[in-house]
Every structure is written in structure tokens, then in C-alpha cells.
């Protein structure tokens, strides 16, 4: 039996229907197991919304303006993360599946774990005069939540190495 090289393989007539296959597998990631947790805090930060989070002040009332103590800057950075890219960006990863997405739900959920450490920092920094009572607990279990968040995002990013193409030889 001889082989020869020069005739076209079986598969050659399907080359480009397998090219874009690979290109759409390349741009997805599977979740493993982390999607129910992934799920399980994106739920956490809605709920986080509601509950105290300045004060007595829930951190939709925040968002509506109607704030009765004061708010800082990182408070309202930090919400906006929340917003956004917690239950934004995560929402549409994990109902697109995309790579790219699931980056900058972890870059962006990162950054909002940084900007939380900074609400809370500054609001126990505030004047005696406009410091709400204490820090509230909307703020610290979205905190958690964003810092867990980031964590299950960085893991799902970074696994994807699972499903990259091997790139071989290719013969012709």
C-alpha cells in the first residue's frame, strides 16, 4: 500500500467549515463547575443592593440621590462596578460564554474589589459630624462578593488553556 500525499484528503472539501469551528471554540470557555457559583454571587450583589449600605441608606437609595448621609466618591465608584461589570459584564459572560467577556468581568470585578476596600476605607473616614453609623452590610457582602467574584472569574480566564488548539504540523 502506498501513500500518496498529493491527492486531496477526505476532509478537504469541509476545511473551511472546520476553520470557523475552531475559531468560534476559540473564543469560548468552559465554566466547569464555577457557573453556579458564579451565578450564586452574581445573585449575593443583587441582594446587596437593597440592603444597608451608608448608613441606613440602601445602595439603591443611593443611586436614586436621595442619600440621607453623606457619600463618598469611591462609595459611588464602587457601586458603578457593582453595576456594572458584577452584575453587567458577568451576566453577559456567562450567557455568551466569551473569553473576552469573561476577562473583563475579571479585570473589572478586580478593580471593584479594590474600589470597595476603598468605600469602606472612606467612609470610616469621614467627619464625626457626617459619618454614618457605621459601615453597612450592603456594603461589606457586596465587597465579599465582588472579591469572590474575581477570584471565580480569574479561574474560569485562566483555565481556558484546556480548550486552546494544539498547532501542530499541518500537511497540505
Known amino acids: 500500500m502506498t501513500d500518496d500525499l498529493s491527492a486531496p484528503s477526505d476532509l478537504s472539501a469541509y476545511e473551511d467549515e472546520l476553520a470557523a469551528i475552531e475559531r468560534r471554540v476559540r473564543r469560548e470557555f468552559s465554566f466547569g463547575r464555577r457557573r453556579p457559583v458564579v451565578m450564586a454571587l452574581m445573585f449575593v450583589l443583587a441582594v446587596a443592593l437593597f440592603l444597608p449600605f451608608s448608613g441606613s441608606d440602601s ?11 453623606e457619600v463618598t466618591v469611591p462609595q459611588r465608584l464602587f457601586l458603578g462596578f457593582v453595576l456594572v461589570v458584577g452584575l453587567g459584564v ?3 459572560a456567562v450567557a455568551t460564554r466569551r473569553w473576552a467577556l469573561s476577562w473583563l468581568a475579571m479585570l ?6 479594590v474600589f470597595g ?3 469602606c476605607w472612606s467612609q470610616q473616614s469621614l467627619p464625626e459630624a457626617t459619618r454614618p ?14 472579591a469572590l ?3 471565580q472569574w480569574a479561574s474560569v480566564t485562566w483555565s481556558r488553556a484546556n ?6 504540523r499541518r500537511e497540505n
Open 59 to 69: 445602595a439603591v437609595t443611593i443611586l436614586a440621590g436621595a442619600a440621607a448621609a
Open 149 to 151: 467574584l474575581a477570584i
Open 90 to 92: 458577568s451576566t453577559l
Open 163 to 168: 480548550v486552546m488548539p494544539a498547532r501542530g
Open 108 to 113: 473589572g470585578s478586580s478593580m471593584g474589589f
Open 133 to 146: 453609623q457605621g459601615l453597612g452590610a450592603g456594603l461589606l457582602l457586596a465587597w465579599a462578593a465582588m
Open 117 to 119: 476596600m476603598l468605600a
